[in-house]
């Protein structure tokens, strides 16, 4: 059975992906996977989509794992991992640009992280 034979949430496969993998006592997987709430179900694939390289790494080692979670619900789709890349903020930027050219001279109260 395919995820387009029957109307599939991606989040409730995936929720079932970490459950499947905490049955198993596959820890570090199950807990990284456990913050990932960005997937979608498109073409025959289930996309997961992460921002840190850690991440990455951990999912693409525990790619067979995933998969045949995803098989043991009766559905027949591949793991596919989508690197987000991070936004900045343009005025973090910006300032970032300032505190290039001037450095020590320019100060800014408030703020986002301190910058």
């Known amino acids: ?12 496969v995936w929720g079932k992906v970490v459950l499947y993998l ?3 006592k596959m820890v570090a997987l199950h807990v990284a996977c456990g913050d990932i709430t960005n997937v979608e179900i498109e073409s025959g694939n289930l996309v ?3 921002q840190e390289s850690m ?6 080692e525990g790619r067979r794992e995933i998969e045949s979670a995803m098989r043991w619900q009766g559905l027949d789709l591949n793991l596919k991992i ?3 890349k991070k936004e900045i903020d343009p005025a973090e930027e910006d300032i970032k640009k ?10 800014i109260n408030g703020g986002k992280n301190g910058i």
Request: proline letters at 0%; a positive charge; zero cysteines.
């Open 55 to 60: 991440l990455v790494d951990l999912l693409r």
């Open 98 to 107: 300032l505190k290039g050219l001037v450095g020590d001279y320019l100060t």
């Open 22 to 24: 905490k049955e198993r």
């Open 82 to 84: 989508e690197v987000l």
């Open 1 to 12: 059975m395919t995820a387009s034979n029957v109307a599939v949430s991606a989040k409730t």
């Open 48 to 50: 997961v989509k992460v």
